[in-house]
């Protein structure tokens, strides 16, 4: 990609009266040079079985080629017409909650032969109108694409094969699943009942991993339909999403990124998160961390917030710092969800960067500013490349069997997750994701493993001998307890990792209100030193302690652990801490290994991130997410602040206004 792209959703069919001309007019004013349009709207493209009507569609499309504007085109997949739920009502998903029923988007069995009937002629309808216009630059296939829990009996049908083709007999399966418990033993492949009422774990975690192989084969396939009408320089996307608590959290329990990004030309993602006095930058910063790391190449923001709910609507200059904050972690596109306010049905009140009146706003004047700095800067900020020595290995397979055994308080691998990911980004640590079948490990110095609860024993071994040659691994509790199949492993725990840890155990608890953790090496105050969800009371063989519990009955055991395994350290936290107690044990890890850099001496809320451009030049950002002025003094070689185009010096102290930031090239 050659420059930056600024943009929005737009839906001309949502509009109360036709202002085509006069958006597109204050798109033009605000440096919006790309817009997303059609992927909501099959109901309008195809208001009857078979009758197609893409009016809409051409208006939007001359008018934005008029204007200059590029546009991607949606394919409206993931939103049903109503008469084709009443010619084929099940269509709708069966999940374990019930027969569907009609009304919201993301209904529907996205492998029943009818709904991709009619998918696959609506795809290559819109694809034969708008292929071959101007204006188009790509394509995104349906929109935050997952299995929406389907689970009827065709879906059930698709599992018996599933697993007859993996495991190939039942007496491997009832081996493997434990299913001689509770007499769930199943001895014919046409007694095999539905996974829905399954209390067996494996069985369970099993379905999940079937469920998110419906995803990559659903978006496969819609992949290669565009491609058959897609042009040299167009391109394919899809707009990934995150776990959602009320905002993006973690990762997605649903789908597989990794697996289902490999058709795609680029990654597409939305990002949201609290604002406000609320906002910390962080779910920006994992969320491009693992969109960057699907394809390891730069990638798309194709929905962030305007205004959207009440309290998202930004403080002044967080919008700004907010579209830089995307740009800092290699998004080469920022657009908004969406252009307009609309006046009707369930969204009424998620805002878009226009309101109601569709008059300007002090968002939309501010993303005036967003835009005509991105026009200035583009050749400097686009195609921002990373040179992370940071990897945190993230697992759909953990999370799904995690999903099964909850933590006591009921904590799951996402809170594991965020546990970690919070602290290395506070300490200003960039990180890169990876998944347990990475084969490459010696690119990084420090590898990051959350609750790595399901395993294949190869992903260990390869952790033990990236250890051993020299690089640095930190495990939290629950790591490799379980195979791939969620079988917990017979030997003493920590399992295959034991002897890079130097570490035993065969116990664990739920923390009672008296455990705390306590140590000689560490810092942390008496207040930051409870502990919550998880002990495990390990017992070291030749690890170094570096935290024991602070209990009556539990202090002669460890907490937290360093081992030195050949040429490199494994580091073990064997419970969850307080937030404070876990950014000293990974200052302490970073210190130890040598990656305490300057970086490190600024910490949350200055915020700094780093990258090369297309010139080979270094470039540096420095957030301020916080309400109040914050100071810090350059540490690096002389530079040039690229929004003032003011000298930098080293040494200079540079204050940031509140939500304020610099970006310097060095």
């Known amino acids: 990609m050659n420059k930056l792209r600024y943009g929005v959703a737009y839906y001309d069919e949502y509009m109360p009266y036709d202002r085509l001309q006069e958006d597109i007019k ?3 004013a605000a440096g919006i040079n790309t817009v997303r349009i059609a ?36 394919t409206p997949t993931y939103a049903v017409p109503a008469w084709m739920i009443k010619q084929h009502p099940d269509i709708l998903a069966t999940t374990s909650r019930g027969a569907g029923r009609y009304g919201a988007r993301q209904i529907m069995d996205i492998t029943h032969p009818a709904y991709l009937f009619y998918a696959e002629r609506m795809i290559r309808k819109l694809m034969e109108r708008v292929h071959k216009h101007p204006a188009v630059i790509g394509y995104q ?70 469920q998110r192989t419906l995803v990559n084969e659903f978006l496969a396939w819609q992949v290669q339909i565009v491609n058959e009408y897609k042009l040299p320089g167009q391109f394919v996307t899809q707009n990934f999403d995150y776990d959602w608590r009320g905002h993006s959290f973690g990762v997605q329990t649903s789908v597989d990124h990794f697996e289902a990004a490999k ?37 798309l923001v194709l929905e962030t917030q305007a205004q959207a709910f009440p309290d998202w609507t930004p403080y002044p200059g967080q919008l700004r710092l907010l579209a830089f904050s995307h740009v800092a972690s290699g998004a080469n596109m920022v657009a908004y969800w969406h252009w307009h306010s609309i006046h009707n049905s369930f969204e009424t009140y998620w805002k878009g960067l226009l309101s109601h009146d569709f008059q300007p706003n002090p968002v939309y004047n501010e993303a005036k500013t967003v835009g005509a700095d991105f026009t200035k800067l583009s050749h400097k900020l686009v195609n921002l490349r990373k040179q992370n020595k940071v990897a945190i290995l ?18 799951l691998y996402n809170d594991v997750f965020r546990w970690i990911y919070d602290e290395l ?25 959350p609750a790595l609860y399901s395993v294949e024993d190869e992903a260990l071994e390869r952790l033990n001998e990236f250890t051993e040659h020299g690089g640095h691994v930190v495990y939290t509790f629950k790591s490799g307890f379980t195979n791939e199949d969620v079988q917990v492993r ?39 030193a409870a502990i919550t969800s998880w002990m495990e009371l390990i017992t070291p063989t030749t690890a170094k302690v570096l935290a024991s519990y602070d209990h009556p009955e ?56 780093k990258g090369f451009n297309d010139e080979g030049k270094l470039i540096r950002y420095y957030f301020n997410y916080s309400g109040e002025e914050q100071a810090f003094v350059y540490p690096h070689k002389a530079g040039t602040q690229l929004l003032t185009d003011q000298s930098v010096s080293e040494g200079q102290q540079i204050t940031l206004s509140p939500w304020g930031f610099v970006i310097i090239e060095q």
């Not at 001689?180 to 996974?195: C, D, L, M």
């Not at 759909?396 to 933590?407: D, H, P, R, V, Y």
């Open 39 to 74: 992927e909501s709207t099959w109901s309008t493209h195809e208001p009857q079985n078979g009758v197609f009507d893409f009016t809409s569609v051409d208006r939007v499309l001359d008018a934005m080629h008029e204007a200059g504007i590029d546009v991607i085109v949606g």
């Open 394 to 411: 993230v697992s759909n397979t953990a999370l799904s069997a995690i999903e099964w055994f909850k933590l006591p308080d009921g904590k």
């Open 554 to 609: 539990w202090n002669n055991y460890a907490a937290v652990t360093r081992n030195q395994y050949g040429a490199g350290t494994a580091t073990y936290i064997g419970c969850m801490s307080s937030p404070a107690a876990l950014r000293s044990i990974l200052a302490d890890t970073l210190q130890h290994i040598g990656l305490w850099q300057e970086e490190q001496k600024l910490t949350f809320p200055i915020i700094t991130k």
């Open 263 to 299: 058709p795609f030309d680029i990654a597409g993602v939305d990002i949201y998160h609290p604002s406000q006095s609320k906002l910390t930058g962080i779910e920006i910063s994992f969320g491009g961390d693992i969109s960057r790391s699907l394809k390891q190449s730069n990638y």
């Open 141 to 210: 296939t349906d929109n935050e694409t997952k299995h929406y829990d389907t689970a009827g009996d065709n879906v059930q049908l698709q599992f018996v094969k599933y697993m007859r083709n993996k495991f190939g007999s039942l007496e491997v399966i009832n081996q493997k699943f434990g299913l001689t418990y509770w007499s769930n033993r199943i001895n014919s492949w046409e007694e095999f009942p539905s996974v829905v009422g399954t209390i067996n774990g494996s069985l369970g975690a099993e379905f999940a991993k079937f």
């Open 490 to 528: 017979t030997v003493v725990q920590p399992g295959i990792i034991s002897k890079a840890c130097g570490i035993s155990y065969n116990m664990f608890i739920a923390p009672d209100e008296v455990a705390k953790i306590q140590s000689d090496v560490l810092l942390w105050s008496s207040e930051d």
């Open 26 to 28: 204050m798109m033009l």
């Open 425 to 449: 980004y506070k300490l200003n640590v960039e990180v890169d994701f990876i998944t347990p079948d990475f084969e490459q490990l010696s690119h990084y110095e420090l590898v990051i493993v």
